[in-house]
């Protein structure tokens, strides 16, 4: 039983280094490192750096995969706004008007003594 669990054990000590789990993702060391640091990807902490198992890169490829969502409108890019036509807007387009400058406003308040 125990020969068992050490062969078990012994398959499962394959760990890679953050350059070369970043290799295989093909995406920086520095990228790598940062998601682990933060405990956004799983690792291991042996000998004070981070090491990976094949489970756990098949975990971060996991987590960080994107699947399609609805099969209709495709949804717009995150982090950027979507125009809306001029018929689509509900309130009407306020007309901004810039400040006076600090220099005209502090010129006017100021008496010349002569």
Known sequence: MSGQLVSSAAASAIFYRPAEVAQMLRCSEWW???QARRRRI???WIGGS???TPEHVAEIVRRFEVKPTDM???APPAGRSV???ADEQTEPAVRLRARVPRRARSAG???TAA
Do not use: A, H, I
Request: glycine share 6%.
């Open 32 to 34: 790598v490192k940062e």
């Open 42 to 44: 799983p690792y291991s």
């Open 50 to 52: 981070y090491l990976f």
């Open 72 to 74: 209709g409108e495709p």
């Open 83 to 85: 125009r809306r036509s």
């Open 109 to 111: 308040t100021e008496t």
